[in-house]
């Protein structure tokens, strides 16, 4: 089994910065492709970010590209979402998800957490 834990959501201004983690514990973390989603009230999981086993291959939404960075520390089992230029519409809780292949749909990935708030305020 994976567990996933996400932390580092708060309220931050417009223009801000924040940066997501994910712990992720398993011994096979190295070898999960992870993802980052969010979710507004109302509105279905989004795609945000991925990236596979290794680092070397990310994936954004067009939304928040050039804006956030997806990494990952093998070493310490933990994956980051370093997010700038926040606007309003990022506003959102956000999950980390772990699968097997590196994916962009919600339904691909097998292990979820259970979300972290990030509210932008104008």
């Known amino acids: 089994q994976v567990q996933l834990v996400e932390s580092g959501g708060r309220l931050v201004q417009a223009g801000g910065s924040l940066r997501l983690s994910c712990a992720v514990s398993?011994?096979?973390?190295?070898?999960?492709?992870m993802g980052w989603f969010r979710q507004a009230p109302g509105t279905d999981r989004d795609f945000v970010a991925a990236i596979n086993w290794s680092g070397g291959s990310t994936f954004y939404a067009d939304s928040v590209k050039g804006r956030f960075t997806i990494y990952r520390d093998n070493s310490k089992n933990t994956v980051f979402l370093k997010m700038n230029s926040l606007n309003t519409e990022d506003t959102a809780v956000y999950y980390c998800?772990?699968?097997?292949?590196?994916?962009?749909?919600?339904?691909?990935?097998?292990?979820w957490g259970q979300g972290t708030q990030v509210t932008v305020s104008s």
């Open positions: 398993g011994r096979t973390f190295s070898s999960h492709a």
């Open positions: 998800a772990a699968s097997g292949v590196v994916r962009v749909g919600a339904a691909e990935y097998d292990f």
